[in-house]
Nanobody
Framework: QVQLVESGGGLVQPGGSLRLSCAAS????????MGWYRQAPGKLREVVAQ??????SYKDSVKGRFTISRDNAKNTVYLQMNSLKPEDTAVYYC?????????WGQGTQVTVSS
């Protein structure tokens, strides 16, 4: 059974940084996409960043501030978030799309507030 375990969320002041991690355990073959989504209260879940075939893409509002990366050997995806803003406050979810299925993490809260 595949599990995604997220870590790294928390409370940070505006302008601060956080690094999210998402480690996949279990049998996952042929990972096609690894990504991060977020959902703020009262809003739809939205994509923040993705890696597909080695190419990264970002939501416009996080470009230049967030960086997605992956460690293939560890089946882990990271999201480095710098210059955080209050509007980045949300629950962040990792996503893995593979030939064996679609997998979501449990979510980690990121709160940006002074």
């Amino acid at each position: 059974q595949v599990q995604l375990v997220e870590s790294g969320g928390g409370l940070v002041q505006p302008g601060g940084s956080l690094r999210l991690s998402c480690a996949a355990s279990g049998s996952i073959f042929s990972i096609n996409v690894m990504g991060w989504y977020r959902q703020a209260p009262g809003k739809l879940r939205e994509v923040v960043a993705q890696i597909r075939d080695g190419v990264t893409s970002y939501k416009d509002s996080v470009k230049g501030r967030f960086t997605i990366s992956r460690d293939n050997a560890k089946n882990t995806v990271y999201l480095q978030m710098n210059s955080l803003k209050p509007e980045d406050t949300a629950v962040y979810y990792c996503l893995i799309l593979s030939n064996t299925g679609t997998y979501w993490g449990q979510g980690t809260q990121v709160t940006v507030s002074s």
